[in-house]
Structure formats: C-alpha cells, structure tokens
C-alpha cells in the first residue's frame, strides 16, 4: 500500500506503518511461530486514499474481512486460537464501525473478543 500512495507515511494515520516497521527490526521478534506470543497483522486500512489525501472509512470493514480470510486461510495460526492471538493497529475513530455492537454486547455482560463475521 505504501508504495501504492507514498501520502501514507505523512498521513495523520500513519502509526500503522510506523508500528510494523518498528517491529520488523525489534529485538523481541521471532521468526517461529512457535516461540510467538502475538501475532501482528499489518492491514494499513487508513492506506486506501482519495486523490485529496482522506482515508475511506467505508472500506476498511471490507479490507479487515478480507486480510482475516487470506490470514486464516494461508497460516494455521491463526486459526489455533480463532485469532484471539493476533492483533490490528487501528489508529483511527472509525474502528469501532467495524464491531459497532461489541459495547452493547459488554453492557449485556458479553465481554468475548470481537468475531468477524463472513457472509
């Protein structure tokens, strides 16, 4: 994506970029999957540009869904913990559009992890 719109390294939501760069070179990566804790999943949703430099909100649903289909289908880690393992940064309002009914769900007592739902 970044090579797609440079405009995602200066854009005001560019701690997605910045936080997968910062753990390629981190000295508690692990190229075993095995030795892993977490899982970063590095989706860049904010990337998608117009041509005046705003993200599309709309789309970053159907960027998520479909990163979590490719991840899940391509690596068996994911699919050894439904991917309670993995993590997305998310530097943006609009995250919560993606699961906009886990605080009812929490106010009902249902404190699970989010589920993507495929249809």
Not at 25 to 50: G, H, K, Q
Request: charged fraction near 15%.
């Amino acid at each position: 994506m970044v090579a797609k719109d440079s405009r995602c390294l200066s854009h005001m939501f560019a701690a997605e970029i910045f936080m997968h760069r910062f753990l390629l070179s981190s000295a508690i990566r692990t190229m075993n999957p095995e030795e892993a804790d977490w899982f970063y999943t590095p989706v860049y949703t904010t990337c998608d540009l117009t041509p005046w430099g705003h993200p599309l909100p709309f789309k970053s649903p159907r960027i998520m869904r479909s990163a979590v289909q490719f991840i899940s289908s391509h690596w068996p880690y994911w699919n050894r913990t439904a991917g309670a393992d993995h993590f997305f940064v998310v530097p943006h309002d609009f995250g919560a559009c993606f699961h906009y009914q886990v605080s009812h769900r929490a106010h009902m007592g249902n404190l699970n992890l989010p589920t993507i739902y495929y249809h």
